[in-house]
């Protein structure tokens, strides 16, 4: 027997929960992490202190969750972006270049996202729990989905990669096509110019062709 006084509840508890993590996170990119207080993540929420400590023990915890949900959603953004370009790819230079110009267009960037990770670096040493967070659920996962996409590329033909060299591969693209553009940009505090994001994925996957193409057969 369903008890709707307590779903009600639940959905309550959940709408404060949701309310409380936007407000955290437009308070600690405002203020930066130490600045931020709990009283005023407590006002932007419209929720009382308590509240917010009945959902979690401390800033800290807090924090921690904002970076998770924040790694997680832009994982998944780049998931579908890979399963756009890469899936059904029939050309490896094609496919890469398209996956690498909308992965890192402002259709597949958050810039709250990057705003948040330049401020964990800022405080990686005192939050090692959410830069190990970051890394799983933001870089880690996008790492393990392209890594499975360039094996069905290299399945169909696509590719030249020899079994259980996916992960490495896919740690090339992110050298030769991500991080140079996150390098310059700083993390989008610093957007570039599209022209030069085309130019860095063109070269980037020039090059990760040069090591990973499929090998042409001999007439």
């Known amino acids: 027997m369903t008890d709707p006084c307590g779903e009600a ?6 709408v404060k929960r949701e309310a409380i993590v936007e407000a955290a996170l437009r308070v600690f990119l405002h203020e930066g992490y130490t600045r931020a207080s709990v009283d005023a993540i407590a006002a932007d929420a419209g929720v009382s202190k308590r509240t917010i400590y009945n959902h979690f023990s401390d800033k800290r915890e807090l924090f921690v969750t904002i970076v ?21 790819a029939e050309d490896a230079r094609t496919a890469l270049i398209a996956f690498g110009d909308e992965w890192l267009s402002p259709n597949g960037r958050r810039p709250d996202h990057g705003a948040l990770i330049r401020l964990l670096i800022a405080e990686a040493a005192h939050f090692p729990d959410a830069a190990r967070v ?20 290299a399945d169909r033909g696509l590719l030249t990669l020899e079994p259980g ?7 090339h693209y992110m050298a030769l096509v991500r991080s140079p553009v996150n390098n310059r940009a700083f ?9 030069e ?8 996957v020039d090059a990760f062709l040069r090591i990973h193409a499929a090998a042409v057969p001999h007439r």
Request: aromatic letters at 2%; glycine letters at 8%.
């Open 68 to 88: 998770e949900r924040s790694s997680a959603d832009l994982a998944a953004d780049h998931a579908r972006i890979a399963e756009r370009h890469l899936a059904d």
């Open 9 to 14: 509840r639940a959905r309550r508890s959940e």
């Open 134 to 153: 970051w890394t799983a659920r933001g870089p880690g996962l996008s790492l393990r989905t392209l890594a499975e996409h360039l094996r069905g590329m």
């Open 187 to 195: 993390f989008g505090a610093l957007p570039l110019p599209e022209e």
């Open 197 to 204: 994001v085309r130019a860095v994925v063109r070269s980037g």
């Open 165 to 171: 060299e996916e992960d490495e591969a896919a740690g």
